[in-house]
Each structure stands twice: as C-alpha cells, then as structure tokens.
C-alpha cells in the first residue's frame, strides 16, 4: 500500500523519540481542580489550590467531597415493569441495583431496562446499537431478552463488541495472546482471527470491516501496531514500537484516528493519538514515572478520550481531552476516591466511577459526571454503570487489506 512505509518509520521514529522526552509533570493525586494543558506541555500542580472556584468548573475544592448526588436510588420504581426501550438520541445514563439494570436520562427520569435475573455485575458495556448489553465479560442481555454465555472468562475486560452493529465480540486469550472472535449469540461459534504473534490490545474500526491491534509482530520485527481485515487477513504494519508495551487501543467516533498508551519500560507512559488519513502521531500527553490505564474514547463525538492516572492505591486522578477542553485537562474529583473512566455520553458528557479507596474492586461505587469542564456526582451506591448512547456517523476507511466478514 502506497506510503506505509513511511508510516511505519514514522511512527517507530516517534515513539521512539517521546521516550526521551520526561519533561512533562502531572497533577498531584487528591488534588480537587482541573487543570488545563496544551498537549505535552507541563501541569503546574506544586501547591494545593485555594478554597474558591477554580475558573474551569463551578465546583469548589474546598465542597467537592460534599457535594451531593443530582439523584437517589431510594427514588428507584422498584415495582415498575422492566422493558428494554430504545436508546435516545441524547442517550442515557444506565447502571445496576439490586439486580435490575436502571436508565436514567437527561430529564432525570429513572426507568427499569432489564430485571437481570440474580446477577449483579460489577462491570457492563453496550453495544454500538445500544440494543445489547454486556452484564460482565461472560453474559450478554440479547435484544429478543434473553441471556447467553458470551465463551470469554468473567474478568476478561478486554472485550469489545464488533462494530458497527455488534454481532460479534473480539478478545486477546490472555494465556495464548491469540485473538479470538466469538458470535454474540453463539459461543461455539469462534475462529482464531490473529494477525501477529501475541495480541495486547485490539479494536474494531467503527465501520467494521478492519481490526487495528497492537502486540508482536509475525514478521520478525518486533512490536507494533497493525491494520488487518476483521478476519485478520493482510496484515499491515502501521508502526514499530522499539521499547514497552502499546493498551488501550480506542477509535474516535468518526473512525479517522485512534487513542492508544504507550508504556515505556522506565515507567514513562504517554497517550497518543494517531489519524489514519495523515499518517500522523501526535503525542496527548507524558507521564513520568506514573501510569495510565482504562482508555476510553466517545463513540458520539470525535477527539473525546479520557484516562486513569496512577496505581489506585493511594488515590488516582482522571484526565480528558475533548474538542471543547483545549488540552488535557483534569477532571475534578473527591479526594481520597479511586477512578475508573466508564463511558462517554453524547455532547462530550464523561461518566466515571468513584469508589472509596482500600475497597474491592467489585464495591459498590458513586457515579459522577463531566461537562463543559464541570464535575457532578450523579448518583451513589451502585455496582456497575455505562452510557448507553447512539453512534455517530462514522467513515469507511479508505484501505484495502482483504475480505472482511461483511
């Protein structure tokens, strides 16, 4: 394919060189602000901000902690019927209590999609179409109601559906690193649709027809980033990767660019984004000595991705960066919390998790929203949430690496 090549050194030559580039700081963790950033330059966050309104959110430092949620679950209808009505175009807030999967939307009505019948999932996903679900790694909600086995291990978070309409999900075997396609209606129907040697990370393109994945090469050298047909034909090297480790591959909603970590092996993390029709990387933002995990990108809106920074022991931060936050910017947050990014709502609408730090992974944990550089607790007390939202348009990409499933 005409220019490739080119791209490949290009992205070698550059993910090579931000390895060296420590420069940049980041903010301290607890810290109750946002801070704005050009991409890679340096987050001034040496002294605690003062108790007023920092001139990015409307929240305060010194309330944040206690500021409370918009609404209650003791305002669930816990005897109203459950149906799985279709998603609107402002999408919706879902999360589960007590074994029924909730929605709540912009006007602040609460409605039952799903009672789950005993499950209480930690972790849920929609599909592209929003008529499916993901109750943890291991069941999916079908759109006729009824619940099948998905074949992936319960703790396998790895999974993504297939795009555009979700008739299938992808998973790298985490023992093997082979990337394995599963129907999902039917599990026994699987086929090994690797492309490299050991998969890390893989991604649907939102138009469907290519697979972007990230790991070792089968051609000698080494690790890289690779476009494939969605039957893993034609493998094409879009870039080498000379040291650490590439997660978190995520499309924009377009389908022009993708998002994706890269963890250096002295503990530099960056967040990159690199746009398919000119072959261009450009670097988010660099961590020192820090980590980034749990990259999510909006499927409604372009350019809007957001991450986990920090181990989570000790407290961790969530950071963005969207079309209308000019820069990475940190979300604020209460303090003493650990984070998880959960989903992108229409209109650049960030959901997140905030569990109380030391308990487990599987605790129950308070919603909170982003918007137009506002934070605001959502709701408190749940075991799992997600956005529920329509995809945007999207464009087919103009490379042709071989059949696809169609």
Not at 20 to 35: F, K, L, R, W, Y
């Amino acid at each position: 394919m005409r220019g490739r090549p080119v791209v490949a050194a290009l992205l070698t030559l550059l993910l090579v060189a931000c390895a060296t580039d420590g420069t940049d700081t980041a903010p301290t963790p607890g810290v109750s602000t946002v801070a704005t950033t050009a991409p890679g330059s340096t987050v001034d966050a040496t002294t605690d901000p003062p108790a007023t309104t920092d001139p990015t959110t409307s929240t305060t430092a010194a309330s944040i902690d206690d500021s409370p949620a918009r609404y209650s679950t003791d305002d669930l209808p816990l005897d109203a019927p459950c149906e799985m009505t279709p998603v609107p175009a402002a999408g919706q807030t879902t999360f589960v209590f007590e074994g029924r999967l909730w929605a709540l939307d912009g006007l602040g009505e609460f409605s039952c999609l799903a009672d789950l019948e005993g499950r209480n999932p930690s972790w849920i996903q929609w599909s592209p179409d929003g008529d499916e679900v993901l109750i943890g790694p291991d069941v999916v909600l079908r759109d006729d109601g009824r619940f099948v086995e998905t074949g992936y291990f319960p703790d396998n978070r790895a999974l993504r559906w297939s795009e555009p309409t979700g008739k299938a999900l992808i998973a790298p075997n985490a023992q093997t690193g082979h990337l394995i396609w599963r129907n999902a209606h039917d599990s026994t129907e699987r086929i090994d649709v690797s492309f490299m040697a050991r998969t890390t990370s893989a991604v649907y393109h939102p138009a469907g027809k290519h697979i972007v994945a990230a790991g070792e090469g089968n051609d000698g050298l080494g690790e890289g980033i690779f476009l494939a047909s969605n039957r893993g034909a034609n493998a094409t090297r879009l870039g080498s990767i000379e040291h650490g480790e590439v997660t978190g591959l995520a499309f924009d909603a377009t389908g022009d660019s993708f998002t994706f970590l890269h963890r250096h092996p002295d503990g530099t993390t960056e967040v990159h984004r690199y746009t398919l029709p000119f072959d261009q990387l450009d670097t988010l933002q660099t961590y020192t000595g820090e980590s980034a995990t749990g990259l999510i990108t909006s499927a409604a809106d372009p350019f809007a991705a957001a991450w986990v920074v920090g181990d989570g022991t000790s407290g961790n931060r969530v950071e963005l960066s969207s079309s209308s936050s000019f820069g990475v910017v940190r979300m604020a947050l209460p303090t003493e919390s650990v984070f998880t990014p959960l989903s992108w709502l229409p209109g650049e609408r960030l959901l997140v998790g905030a569990r109380a730090a030391g308990t487990g992974a599987d605790s129950a944990y308070d919603v909170w929203q982003w918007s137009n550089g506002q934070s605001a607790r959502i709701i408190d007390g749940i075991s799992a949430a997600a956005a529920r939202t329509p995809h945007a348009p999207y464009v087919e990409l103009n490379i042709i690496v071989g059949s696809g499933f169609g």
